[in-house]
């Protein structure tokens, strides 16, 4: 069983900037496919980003960078530039084994999920 928990959410202007966190049990964290997910009000959940196969979801791309500290076992989105359109609860997810092309784009490819962040950008 791997549990996630992700911090780092919070209310920012139009423009500012955010890094969530999301920290993982387990102890083979090296080996997993890990990503980023947010949902909307309203809205189904979308993806965000995913690694070690680094992919992004076009709406993001340029402005968030997904990366990982595995001496942490902890996995990180810096979100830039945030636009009030990102406002979402944001889920880390992760997969104990790797996720080949496109698959980390794909929320069934993921076994475990976080409980969540909200993330809020004003305009």
């Known amino acids: 069983q791997v549990q996630l928990v992700e911090s780092g959410g919070g209310l920012v202007q139009a423009g500012g900037s955010l890094r969530l966190s999301c920290a993982a049990s387990?102890?083979?964290?090296?080996?997993?496919?890990m990503g980023w997910f947010r949902q909307a009000p309203g809205k189904e959940r979308e993806f965000v980003a995913a690694?070690?196969?680094?992919i992004y979801a076009d709406s993001v791309k340029g402005r968030f960078t997904i990366s990982r500290d595995n001496a942490k076992n902890t996995v990180y989105l810096q979100m830039n530039s945030l636009k009030p359109e990102d406002t979402a609860v944001y889920y880390c997810?992760?997969?104990?084994?790797?996720?080949?092309?496109?698959?980390?784009?794909?929320?069934?490819?993921?076994?475990?999920w976080g409980q969540g962040t909200q993330v809020t950008v004003s305009s």
């Open positions: 690694i070690p196969t680094t």
């Open positions: 387990g102890r083979t964290f090296s080996n997993y496919a």
């Open positions: 997810a992760a997969n104990p084994l790797s996720l080949s092309g496109t698959l980390g784009t794909r929320k069934y490819a993921y076994a475990y």
